[in-house]
């Protein structure tokens, strides 16, 4: 019998660019199989689910990125090589911090005798060479690679994508699904190929997403350290979730976190264990990111269990 996901890939046609993000991926892994680096794909970013085949309107599901790009750089501090697999449009390493108009208000402008030059503020130029020396040298040294999606099809294709490359590094691959994945979509054969007329309410029929935890941790990526998030918004139910997940794919973690409080609590699930991290008021008004804790706990934790595998 066919699952719900086979028969996803079956009839969702593939993405144009798949072939070329490929080629990228198995490059970048099989450059780190002869380092013998550890690699994390960090997924970030939400999906969107088009109602029309020549899309006007789309179902979009929340996050801003923030979680998948803090904890990419602090991936790279911790000397993993990062896949990050991102939302086209939301917040990438290194240049989050200069979103909106920050890098505008970081420059100066002057001009001597009609010829205009700018130049950074003097207060910003140790921020900013930071960054960007970080920037630089993942680049330089290979310990980044960045690859996107929009559509919840083109997610589901380059996911499967990046754990079948992932596969030759066993177990120093580590997953760190941090995207907020759509649960509902329309599948391709029954999205309306125009834009949807507006003369009447439409009625429009949505289908469950299937649930690719399952063959990616039987299937794809089956020697991997893999962690999914949950995201609640009512607290009674989140742990109860975080732990049936864990029931039913029989991964490494589930990270369990609120959609209110996101920035500053995360719970981290294991088969029979939970742990809080927290952050204090005075640490967030420091500029504290909780991602530095998260991935320091699961940088110690994908070491205890590769000492396991010896
Ligand atoms: O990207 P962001 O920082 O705004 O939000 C992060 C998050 C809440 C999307 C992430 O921590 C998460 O829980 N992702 C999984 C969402 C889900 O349960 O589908």
């Known amino acids: 019998m066919t699952t719900a996901w086979e028969e996803f890939y079956a009839k969702t046609p593939k993405p144009s660019n798949l072939d070329e993000n490929e080629k990228l991926l198995n490059q970048f892994i099989a450059f780190h199989a002869k380092e013998n680096t550890k690699v994390v794909l960090v997924t970030s970013g939400g999906t969107t689910v088009p109602l029309e085949h020549n899309t006007v309107r789309f179902v979009d599901n929340f996050s801003a990125g923030s979680r998948g790009s803090i904890s990419a750089e602090n991936f790279l501090q911790r000397h993993y090589a990062v896949i990050f697999m991102y939302r086209v ?22 001009t001597t005798n009609d010829t205009p030059s700018v130049s950074v503020t003097p207060q910003y130029v140790n921020k900013i060479s930071d960054i960007l020396k970080k920037y630089k040298d993942s680049l330089n040294q290979n310990m980044l690679l960045s690859i996107s999606f929009t559509t919840l099809s083109e997610y589901l294709w380059l996911l499967r994508s990046a754990c079948q490359a992932l596969t030759v590094l066993e177990n120093r691959a580590m997953l760190y699904l941090a995207a907020a994945v ?12 125009h834009k949807i007329p507006s003369d009447e309410p439409p009625s429009v029929h949505l289908k469950l997403v299937p649930k690719v935890l399952e063959p990616l941790v039987k299937l794809w990526v089956p020697k991997a350290f893999v962690i999914s998030f949950k995201l609640e918004t009512d607290e009674s139910i ?11 794919y029989s991964h490494s973690l589930v990270i369990a976190n609120m959609l209110q409080n996101r920035r500053e609590q995360v719970v981290i699930v294991s088969k029979d264990n939970q742990e809080t991290l927290s952050l204090t008021s005075k640490q967030l008004q420091n500029g504290e990111e909780i991602e530095k804790y998260i991935v320091d706990y699961l940088v110690e934790k994908h070491k205890d269990w590769l000492d396991t595998k010896l």
Do not use: C, Q, W
């Open 89 to 110: 449009k939301s917040l990438e390493p290194f240049s989050r911090h200069f979103v909106g108009s920050r890098l505008l208000d970081m420059l100066e402008l002057t």
């Open 238 to 248: 989140l742990i109860s979730k975080a732990r049936g997940a864990l029931r039913k």
């Open 182 to 193: 759509s649960d509902f979509y329309i599948p391709s054969n029954e999205m309306a190929t």
